[in-house]
């Protein structure tokens, strides 16, 4: 993929209306059924998969991993953010640092936000340097074909969203209190160079988008759409089946015999709803 498809492919407006809720309601229940279904095949069927999700900053990677994840068991699909790095880690090999947290069989370990740091925040912020970033992108193709060999489905998403709409979704963190948390110093200091992050996902995109590993890129200033696509994706690039189930009946309840409740002080919590 060249830079300059990159760029005019993904600078494309978006012209679609957004998502009525009612609409997205409907067909997210549709998909959580089918997430259940692949998450039971993933188990049976011992498979390991790696779902990466980077993005700029408010492209909506956290609203589309809580969608994929809120019906599904945390001891199966994992969420993996790490924060930034010890002084230890910083020692290490790149990257060494993400492999404890690899899926082994019958995991979906989902990565918000990766070794993709690299050629991304480190690069833009000066974090590392040049040659290091070189040798990154150059060192990644491979290593994610050994994951690939190894048996791991690898599944890597980018995010992408519109100056105007990451703007306006930045500015109602400041004034929201449920979201302020979400707007870091470093979130303000990136904000500003949109070009230079424009720049370093090129780069990214030319090196890193093979055949065994490719990128797949939604667009998401529709919030809705994107975690739909985002989902139906993710679930066609999993050959999974629906295990037979036996049909499920509550048995009877015991009989309370001589059980009696006890006449305990039980501290209740104020019923103020």
Not at 144 to 164: C, D, F, H, N, T
Not at 181 to 190: A, F, I, R, V
Not at 222 to 237: E, G, V
Request: proline share 5%.
């Amino acid at each position: 993929m060249s830079k300059t498809k990159v760029a005019k492919d993904l600078d494309a407006p978006q012209t679609t209306e957004k998502l009525k809720t009612k609409d997205y309601d409907r067909e997210l229940t549709k998909l959580h059924v089918e997430l259940v279904k692949l998450q039971e095949w993933v188990k049976h069927q011992g498979l390991k998969v790696c779902v990466v999700f980077e993005g700029r900053d408010g492209a909506g990677k956290g609203g589309t991993i809580k969608a994929l994840t809120e019906r599904v068991s945390p001891r199966v699909f994992r969420v993996v953010a790490l924060p930034a790095p010890t002084e230890r880690e910083k020692s290490q090999m790149y990257a060494q640092r993400y492999f404890p947290h690899f899926p082994a069989a019958g995991e979906v370990i989902i990565f918000d936000r990766s070794w993709y740091n690299r050629a991304g925040v480190e690069r833009v912020m000066g974090f590392c340097t040049e040659e290091q970033v070189k040798r990154f992108l150059q060192m990644v193709p491979q290593f994610e074909r050994v994951m690939a060999e190894s048996g791991i489905i690898l599944l890597k998403y980018w995010l992408e969203v519109s100056p105007e709409e990451q703007t306006r979704r930045l500015e109602a963190r400041i004034e929201d209190g449920r979201k302020i948390w979400k707007l870091s110093p470093m979130d303000l200091q990136s904000y500003s160079r949109w070009y230079d992050y424009s720049r370093a996902r090129d780069a990214m995109f030319a090196a890193t988008d093979t055949a065994w590993a490719p990128w797949y890129v939604a667009r998401s200033d529709d919030k809705k759409r994107a975690r739909l696509n985002i989902i139906r994706h993710l679930l066609s690039q999993v050959a999974y089946e629906e295990l037979p189930r036996e049909k499920v009946k509550l048995p009877k309840r015991q009989k309370a015999g001589d059980y009696r409740e006890p006449d305990y002080p039980f501290k209740y919590i104020a019923e103020l709803y």
